[in-house]
């Protein structure tokens, strides 16, 4: 017997009461033959109509009348019909327990501009926030000081006295034979080797310095020498990341979509081992910003 307490076409069915001591035989509550099928159940017939003969008949048909347009077809369309009536009603009175429309309308609220510093004064911060993270800040005249200080320093590390330098062309103009120092391309840095590069801006609130990959400036300066050198003039200096992003984002808009952007605080440094802080152990053991002053 289905859901429905119909019985399959061809199986043999074995007559149940209703209960009614009146009832025999002629009981419409019971298959009167194998080829009968009962719609509804027992209690779903007594529910239904259990004095009317009438409503018997249009419940208990041959299975033969089971055709769409007969009286036991639209009995039982009539049935789902009622049903599916009943379940969409529970389902709209469950729906519209909702929560007023004011409550789920955000409070009109000002909300204050977060407090960041550094607005007044961004060099200040820079310095102590570049000495924090152990880089080092050195303000220059001008771009051509930059070989001379550059060859100091290598001088006194006993480093190799070369410098490699992307494609950029403001760099690689620089005096830097006269200052003793050979420029080699990126592809050719050793493991003590220098490396100097062109910096989009400072943010002096953490003391990090920001480049974009590309040819002039590529990413292995960074990463790969020993000793790095970072140059940008004053008015690169921004006071917060939010700030940064409003340089970075009309670039890319603008079709100047590098390739990637490195945030750089300080040298290369790692206390995994033992929680002993070891400087240099995955990049430059040494990183210096060079700030100078007008165009470059």
Request: hydrophobic share 40%; aromatic share 6%; with cysteine.
């Amino acid at each position: 017997m289905g859901p429905f307490g119909i019985y399959e076409d061809g199986f043999e069915t074995q007559a149940f009461s209703c209960g009614q001591r009146s009832c025999g035989s002629a009981c419409l509550h019971a298959p009167r033959r194998k080829e009968t099928a009962c719609l509804l159940s027992e209690q779903d017939a007594r529910n239904k109509n259990s004095s009317s003969n009438a409503a018997g008949k249009a419940l208990f048909l041959p299975a033969g009348e089971k055709e769409e347009g007969t009286l036991m077809y639209e009995t039982l369309e009539a049935l789902s019909r009622e049903s599916r009536n009943r379940i969409m009603a529970r389902l709209k009175q469950t729906l519209a327990v909702v929560p007023p429309p004011l409550a789920l309308e955000l409070p009109d609220i000002v909300k204050p501009d977060p407090a960041w510093g550094g607005k007044d004064d961004p060099l200040s911060l820079l310095r102590v926030s570049m000495m924090r993270m152990k880089g080092d800040l050195t303000e220059l005249e001008g771009a051509d000081a930059i070989p001379w200080h550059v060859s100091k320093i290598l001088e006194a590390e006993g480093a190799p006295m070369e410098v490699a330098i992307g494609s950029d062309e403001g760099l690689r103009s620089l005096p830097w034979d006269e200052a003793g120092l050979s420029v080699i391309d990126p592809s050719g840095i050793a493991s003590e080797s220098a490396g100097v590069s062109r910096a989009l801006c400072a943010v002096a609130e953490t003391g990090s310095v920001v480049f974009c990959s590309g040819s002039a400036n590529p990413t292995t300066v960074n990463f790969m020498v020993k000793y790095h050198f970072a140059v940008i003039r004053r008015e690169q200096i921004v006071p917060s990341f939010e700030d940064l992003w409003g340089i970075i984002r009309p670039r890319y808009m603008e079709g100047d979509r590098m390739r990637a952007v490195n945030i750089i605080s300080g040298p290369s440094a790692t206390a995994d081992v033992e929680a002993t802080l070891t400087v240099g152990a995955h990049g430059p053991c040494r990183f210096e910003l060079l700030l100078i002053d007008g165009q470059f």
